[in-house]
């Protein structure tokens, strides 16, 4: 999302074939999954509803994203991965702990990539966000890609 | 962590599944902006995830290296999966992971390369970064030319085990 503030406004609305919708729709459902993931962990809905359909600014976005991002850590800290969560307010498949942060990760992963590669197929260089590029960026890691 | 990487593992293995119904031509789809066709992708992807394990693990799977081999056809792909899985399964034998053990070294690495030293948390989460990130990158290509890719969630992965259920009143 960061890089994505660079850009022109209009190249929100680029597309590639295959993937889940628009850059902008793409990054909107990642955050949102992400709200309703910690919303199962935690029973606490952090920042607005994001809803389908909706536009909010990337700023406002990245706002929520990093609200929700310091949650999950402190999930994955200090929670029970075997701790039993019954979703859909009690009315739902029963899963446990583990089970919604491997899932958290699959998902960002997943979407993160057809970002990256509506980006890639609209001749925008996509930035790296490979576990790589964030030891270099967080300073403990020299490897390459 | 060993269950994210159980389920990466599981999921390379649904995906070669599912390649296995596709024509030669099929196999040799892709799409701009992402890393190649759909079967040097997944080759890719098996012969980086033998590369994270050697690191990890200090020993070579097999006595051939699994390089890059652009030419890799689906059986040779398919063949490798299973030296991935059992890796991932001794890399955590002796219990949890110590993410901060440093690495100084890889079996794999060529004379002419020079050393990386890491954390081993590093080539942990680039393994599960790294098959998610290709795996989707297939699953695009697959979808942009009309053929449904196979779910590859934690969810159906989690419901195979019986870890997602119905729930039962108590």
Redesign the interface.
């Known amino acids: 999302m960061d890089f994505c503030r660079t850009l022109d406004e209009a190249r929100l609305d680029d597309q590639?074939?295959?993937?889940y919708g628009s850059l902008y729709g793409t990054l909107q459902h990642l955050v949102g999954a992400e709200q309703w993931y910690v919303q199962l962990l935690t029973s606490d809905l952090i920042g607005a509803r994001i809803r389908r359909g909706e536009r909010h600014t990337l700023d406002e976005l990245m706002s929520i994203a990093a609200a929700i991002g310091a949650r999950e850590l402190a999930v994955a800290a200090s929670d029970d991965p075997d701790r039993q969560i019954?979703m859909d307010d009690?009315?739902?498949?029963?899963?446990?702990v583990?089970?919604i942060l491997?899932?958290l990760?699959?998902?960002g992963?997943?979407?993160?990539?057809?970002a990256?590669?509506?980006?890639?197929?609209?001749g925008v260089e996509p930035p790296a966000?490979?576990?790589?590029a964030?030891?270099r960026a967080a300073g403990?890691?020299?490897?390459g890609e | 962590m060993l269950r994210q990487l159980r389920h990466d593992v599981w999921a390379t293995d649904q995906l070669i599944a599912r390649c296995r119904q596709l024509t030669t031509e099929q196999l040799q789809l892709s799409v701009p902006g992402t890393y190649g066709t759909v079967l040097r992708t997944l080759q890719h992807v098996v012969s980086s995830d033998e590369g994270y394990l050697i690191r990890l693990l200090g020993v070579r799977l097999h006595e051939q290296l699994f390089r890059h081999e652009p030419d890799a056809g689906l059986d040779e792909i398919a063949a490798h999966l299973p030296h991935v899985a059992d890796a991932v399964e001794r890399l955590f034998a002796a219990g949890d992971l110590d993410g901060d053990r440093l690495i100084r070294d890889t079996p794999a690495r060529r004379p002419d390369q020079p050393r990386s030293e890491m954390n081993a948390w590093a080539p942990v989460a680039q393994f599960v970064h790294h098959g998610n990130d290709h795996r989707a990158q297939i699953a695009t290509t697959l979808s942009a030319h009309g053929i449904e890719p196979p779910d590859l969630q934690v969810w159906p992965y989690a419901m195979e085990l019986g870890a997602v259920r119905e729930a039962k009143d108590t």
């Open positions: 590639a074939r295959g993937t019954v009690g009315k739902g498949p029963r899963t446990t583990g089970v491997a899932q990760v699959h998902h992963n997943e979407h993160r990539t057809q990256t590669t509506i980006l890639g197929s609209n966000v490979s576990a790589w964030y030891g403990i890691s020299e490897t």
